[in-house]
């Protein structure tokens, strides 16, 4: 592994780690039970994210006629619910920070599990990629200790000193702001040959279309005002990159070509993720206005 890719992995830690204890420092223990309170929201979250994304992926690959490449990156894509930015994304004005954190922690722990047999599934089922191999027992302890224990931290931060986890708060969400734009440059730019194929082709069109699919999917299975649902629909619409980089390294020895399909993917992705979060919370803002 050469020193970028080194660079890039200790880089993504941080940001998984900061953006976590961000929105653990901004979440309340009375906020985060009435989210739980009712079980529709995060069952509706989890059929979403586990089952319908996971199709749409398939669906949109096969619609585009991707490559094998870029099959592969987007159905990984969309096989890994929980991404920790689409905490971030709940936190534009208006948005329901509690309901979108909470659900994207339930995600990120919940498809731990189930990525490996989801994407493993629909790459059988599609004849592409020969099939993967995913240590599930070492995708749980990557969420726990880079997703769930900054969270908690945070949380229990906020509960027994809440004027220094406000504090807190701005420092940490700076730097995970920092570090999600400089692993994407990291991804971009250490396989740029690649990257440069894929401009012209349907990868990134087809990631843009998942990740808008995915957006609506997340509103629509969602329950609550309509702050909570873009809030839903945000954490829907960012995948988790952790488990899809581990799936490339391990099943597909860090393939150029589906590491840069996937980095691909993830930019279109946030290109469209972005601007609709963005329009629905001025929209908010202006009802309540």
Same mark, same amino acid.
């Given at each position: 592994?050469?020193?970028?890719?080194?660079?890039?992995?200790?880089?993504?830690?941080?940001?998984?780690?900061?953006?976590?204890?961000?929105?653990?420092?901004?979440?309340?223990?009375?906020?985060?039970?009435?989210?739980?309170?009712?079980?529709?929201?995060?069952?509706?979250?989890?059929?979403?994210?586990?089952?319908?994304?996971?199709?749409?992926?398939?669906? +949109? /690959?096969? !619609?585009?006629?991707?490559?094998?490449? %870029?099959?592969?990156? =987007?159905?990984? #894509? $969309?096989?890994?619910? *929980?991404?920790?930015?689409?905490?971030?994304?709940?936190?534009?004005?208006?948005?329901?920070?509690?309901?979108?954190?909470?659900?994207?922690?339930?995600?990120?722990?919940?498809?731990?599990?189930?990525?490996?047999?989801?994407?493993?599934?629909?790459?059988?089922?599609?004849?592409?990629?020969?099939?993967?191999?995913?240590?599930?027992?070492?995708?749980?302890?990557?969420?726990?200790?880079?997703?769930?224990?900054?969270?908690?931290?945070?949380?229990?931060?906020?509960?027994?000193?809440?004027?220094?986890?406000?504090?807190?708060?701005?420092?940490?969400?700076?730097?995970?702001?920092?570090?999600?734009?400089?692993?994407?440059?990291?991804?971009?730019?250490?396989?740029?040959?690649?990257? +440069? /194929?894929? !401009?012209?082709?349907?990868?990134?069109? %087809?990631?843009?279309? =998942?990740?808008? #699919? $995915?957006?609506?999917? *997340?509103?629509?299975?969602?329950?609550?005002?309509?702050?909570?649902?873009?809030?839903?629909?945000?954490?829907?619409?960012?995948?988790?990159?952790?488990?899809?980089?581990?799936?490339?390294?391990?099943?597909?020895?860090?393939?150029?070509?589906?590491?840069?399909?996937?980095?691909?993917?993830?930019?279109?992705?946030?290109?469209?993720?972005?601007?609709?979060?963005?329009?629905?919370?001025?929209?908010?803002?202006?009802?309540?206005?």
């Amino acid at each position: 592994m050469d020193t970028l890719q080194l660079l890039v992995n200790a880089v993504t830690v941080v940001f998984i780690a900061a953006t976590m204890f961000a929105a653990g420092l901004g979440t309340t223990l009375p906020a985060l039970r009435a989210v739980f309170a009712t079980p529709l929201l995060p069952l509706l979250a989890l059929l979403a994210n586990l089952v319908v994304i996971p199709l749409l992926g398939w669906g +949109v /690959a096969a !619609l585009f006629g991707l490559s094998a490449a %870029a099959f592969i990156a =987007l159905v990984l #894509a $969309a096989s890994s619910p *929980g991404g920790p930015l689409g905490a971030k994304l709940s936190a534009l004005k208006n948005g329901d920070v509690v309901a979108g954190t909470a659900i994207q922690v339930l995600l990120a722990a919940v498809g731990s599990l189930t990525f490996g047999l989801t994407a493993n599934g629909v790459l059988a089922l599609a004849e592409v990629g020969g099939g993967i191999s995913i240590d599930v027992a070492a995708l749980v302890r990557t969420v726990a200790i880079l997703q769930l224990v900054p969270f908690a931290v945070g949380l229990t931060l906020r509960h027994c000193t809440p004027l220094t986890a406000q504090s807190w708060h701005r420092v940490a969400a700076k730097v995970s702001t920092v570090t999600f734009v400089a692993v994407l440059a990291g991804m971009l730019l250490g396989n740029w040959q690649a990257v +440069v /194929a894929l !401009l012209g082709s349907r990868t990134l069109l %087809a990631g843009a279309v =998942l990740a808008g #699919a $995915a957006f609506a999917t *997340g509103m629509a299975l969602a329950t609550g005002p309509p702050a909570r649902r873009a809030s839903m629909g945000g954490v829907a619409a960012v995948r988790n990159a952790g488990p899809a980089l581990a799936a490339i390294g391990i099943a597909f020895d860090n393939d150029p070509a589906i590491l840069a399909a996937f980095a691909g993917v993830l930019v279109s992705g946030m290109a469209v993720a972005l601007p609709i979060a963005a329009v629905l919370s001025r929209r908010r803002g202006v009802t309540t206005a």
